[in-house]
């Protein structure tokens, strides 16, 4: 199905550009509209003048903080994301491999993460360490079942195609499989981009040595409810971050997946 406003011109790309800053708009309309109209306290819900004034306050232990934030989330990310694909790749290549361990791995990931937080704490210690494992863990398993599904969806057409062409099995698998499953790939990556975000929150709040997470404790615990949603602001501008800056990766390296979805 094609999307008409994607072939409207400048006109539709400014019209698609627009939308998402008319979608933020009207959610802070909507936000101080609540607050303003029952009278809610900042205490219970700030306004978004409340929020602004809060990160005017602390401006400087605000963006350190979101830095702490942003390197374990990117670092856990990274090393996730790869182990992930690497894991698939191997699992893809060795039937035998996958068979052995994908029953474990199953059970690992149905595991909840959040209650592992403490026991990484034990294990590793109150370090940064510790939080990367958390944001690795939620990082990996969305990217190794994306990758498998990519990886093991390849039409018959083109395996068949490939062998009449005399192709090894390394060139199949790297120009077929592995050029086939990157869309599916970049899918999981997107949804370990949110994961990750909130795998360091989860780490931040077990061990609150510091972070956004860190600032969201500390100021819940002295009723700063203001400077709790400046955090959880920033918290989600850095997802939303890294979720787009994928999404521009995915459009710049796979520009015919776009063409064909659109």
């Known amino acids: 199905m094609t999307d008409k406003t994607t072939d409207a011109g400048p006109r539709g790309m400014w019209f ?65 994301a790869i182990g992930g694909a690497a894991v698939a790749v191997l699992f893809a290549a060795s039937r035998t491999v996958e068979r052995m361990t994908m029953p474990l791995i199953a ?8 209650a592992l937080a403490p026991l990484l704490i034990v294990w590793i210690g109150l370090n940064t360490q510790a939080k990367i494992v958390m944001v690795v863990l939620l990082c990996f398993f969305p990217v190794l079942v994306s990758t498998m599904a990519g990886l093991t969806s390849v039409p018959n057409d083109l395996r068949e195609l490939s062998h009449s062409l005399s192709a090894s099995w390394w060139q199949t698998f790297v ?9 599916q790939i970049f899918v999981g990556l997107k949804v370990a981009s949110s994961l990750a975000i909130i795998g360091a929150v989860i780490a931040e709040l077990t061990n609150p040595a510091n972070g956004l997470g860190s600032v969201v404790v500390s100021s819940s615990q002295s009723a700063d409810t203001p400077l709790a949603f ?25 520009p015919w997946a776009r063409a064909t979805s659109s």
């Open 16 to 80: 698609n550009a627009g939308l998402p800053v008319l979608g933020v708009v009207l959610a802070l309309s909507l936000w101080w509209l609540i607050t303003f109209a029952f009278g809610i306290e900042s205490f219970w819900l700030p306004a978004p003048q409340d929020v602004v004034e809060a990160f005017q306050r602390l401006p400087g232990h605000l963006i350190e903080q979101a830095g702490v934030t942003l390197m374990t989330t990117a670092i856990g990310f990274a090393i996730g």
């Open 107 to 114: 059970a690992v990931n149905a595991v909840p993460k959040a």
């Open 175 to 183: 120009k077929v499989r592995i050029t086939w499953a990157l869309p």
């Open 230 to 254: 400046a955090a959880l602001t920033l918290l989600a501008l850095m997802g939303a971050g890294l979720f787009y800056l994928i999404v521009a990766l995915e459009r710049m390296l796979l």
